[in-house]
């Protein structure tokens, strides 16, 4: 059976994320999305039966593919980059969580209206400053919280962020901490973004400590990935 440490693994990553609620003191619900990229329709089906119920892809033409092959309900979460010209093809997911420029938001906008649904969307926020990370930069963050907001076509529920990878604690803690003012820009400016998407598997239990109510997990829960 594929993945059959799963059980195990996700019952150690839920204490964990227990443990560090109570160390952050937000008292906040967490959800586990399982990161199944690169793998085949096994990943999600073995998410599924270990009682995972969210999962993310970070490529939609991979997690399109994969999608019908899945024949469990699971909420399909987008947390990689998308094209602007492939935002007709966001309707499996359940939330975008890498609405990461002005441009893109237009165009989900715009497709929300089209469909006559709004997508769900977080906004992808670039803390950091890396150069090779894409996201909004938080300094810019308060104008477009409130453009945002008059966009019909969307639903902006929160933040997504990335830390660097070699970040060490203090780092993680800026970083978290600065999508969280972020999201609460957002919120100032009149949207529902209560979701915190931050925290993979090197960094998730600092992550949660910070507020995170999202925490996207690969390696962590199906060992490393094929390349
Ligand atoms: C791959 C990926 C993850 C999961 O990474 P792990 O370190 O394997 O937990 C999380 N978020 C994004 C955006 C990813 O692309």
Same mark, same amino acid.
């Given at each position: 059976m594929p993945f059959r440490d799963l059980p195990v693994r996700l019952a150690e990553v839920r204490a964990r994320i227990g443990e560090a609620i109570a160390r952050g003191g937000r008292g906040q619900t967490v959800t586990v999305v399982a990161v199944t990229k690169t793998y085949g329709p096994e990943a999600p089906l073995a998410a599924w039966e270990a009682g995972l119920r969210d999962v993310g892809e970070n490529k939609v033409q991979e997690a399109l593919g994969k999608i019908p092959r899945v024949a469990a309900p699971l909420r399909w979460h987008l947390i990689g980059h998308l094209q =602007?010209?492939?935002?007709?093809?966001?309707?499996?997911? *359940?939330?975008? *969580?890498?609405?990461?420029s002005a441009r893109l938001g237009d165009a989900l906008a715009t497709y929300g209206a089209a469909r006559g649904r709004p997508v769900e969307v977080l906004a992808q926020l670039n803390?950091? %400053?890396?150069?090779t990370k894409g996201g909004y930069q938080p300094s810019m963050f308060v104008q477009e919280a409130a453009r945002l907001?008059?966009?019909? %076509?969307?639903?902006? =529920?929160g933040v997504m962020t990335m830390a660097p990878l070699d970040a060490d604690e203090g780092m993680l803690r800026s970083v978290f901490g600065g999508a969280r003012r972020c999201a609460e820009v957002l919120r100032e400016a009149g949207h529902p973004a209560m979701e915190l998407s931050m925290g993979m598997s090197g960094d998730y239990e600092v992550a949660v400590e910070e507020g995170a109510t999202l925490v996207r997990l690969g390696t962590v829960l199906f060992g490393a990935r094929p390349a």
């Open positions: =602007r010209n492939k935002v007709k093809q966001v309707d499996p997911f *359940h939330l975008v *969580h890498s609405m990461d803390v950091s %400053g890396e150069e907001r008059d966009l019909p %076509g969307i639903v902006v =529920r």
